[in-house]
T-cell receptor, first 116, second 115 residues
Framework: NAGVTQTPKFRILKIGQSMTLQCTQD?????MYWYRQDPGMGLKLIYY???????DKGEVPNGYNVSRSTTEDFPLRLELAAPSQTSVYFC???????????????FGPGTRLTVL | GDSVTQMEGPVTLSEEAFLTINCTYT??????LFWYVQYPGEGLQLLLK?????DKGSNKGFEATYRKETTSFHLEKGSVQVSDSAVYFC??????????????FGKGTLLTVNP
């Protein structure tokens, strides 16, 4: 199993450009997540999905969009890039079965995005 | 709201030293508690977890005990190695609606172990 894969690894955008960060998992997990990691600030949840066709906002959704058309893929879209979106983005997945919050999240290697 | 406070870093130790990274939490209900580790240039990976009071999670020589009375989940290791150099995140799992849960992370503690 490859686990959670993310592309690209690095990207530089100009203000106002758009791009899609790709995320794929091969563990048949129903839950998927997008986080951003800013220096010294831990991880903040952007969006999450509990299954194909179902998405919901996290703590910091403004400026981002997501879709979940398949179990495997959960792309994150930036429509009008701003310098405040310079960050490292991590995708994660989990089973989240049992409804007790005990499941492990599996993270991808991250995408480092710079907006100039 | 639910939150995690962990020890400010960076922490610098010599090889074979004892490690403690403090973590306290605020939560309603009975959260599950986690320690994740991020090695340089990589994503986070689970180090250990505990799902109820007095549980002890352990892995790779690291341990943490879920202390409900002090709302703490401190990470310890008796003898650190250079390969333990990483950022360590304490996290708790909180309900996010229905039967869904999400993780709330601390800010992370950078550990550097020198030979």
């Amino acid at each position: 199993n490859a686990g959670v894969t993310q592309t690209p690894k690095f990207r530089i955008l100009k203000i106002g450009q758009s791009m899609t960060l790709q995320c794929t998992q091969d563990m048949n997990h129903n839950y998927m997540y997008w986080y951003r990691q800013d220096p010294g600030m831990g991880l903040k949840l952007i969006y999450y999905s509990v299954g194909a066709g179902i998405t919901d906002k996290g703590e910091v959704p403004n400026g981002y969009n997501v879709s979940r058309s398949t179990t495997e893929d959960f792309p994150l879209r930036l429509e009008l890039a701003a310098p405040s979106q310079t960050s490292v983005y991590f995708c994660a997945s989990s089973n989240n079965g049992g409804g007790r919050g005990t499941d492990t999240q599996y993270f991808g290697p991250g995408t480092r995005l710079t907006v100039l | 709201g639910d939150s995690v406070t962990q020890m400010e870093g960076p922490v610098t130790l010599s090889e074979e030293a004892f490690l403690t990274i403090n973590c306290t939490y605020t939560a309603t209900g009975y959260p599950s508690l986690f320690w994740y580790v991020q090695y340089p240039g990589e994503g986070l990976q689970l180090l250990l977890k505990a799902t109820k009071a007095d549980d002890k999670g352990s892995n790779k020589g690291f341990e943490a005990t879920y202390r409900k009375e002090t709302t703490s989940f401190h990470l310890e290791k008796g003898s650190v190695q250079v390969s333990d150099s990483a950022v360590y995140f304490c996290a708790l799992s909180v309900p996010s609606g229905g039967s869904n849960y999400k993780l709330t992370f601390g800010k992370g503690t950078l550990l550097t172990v020198n030979p």
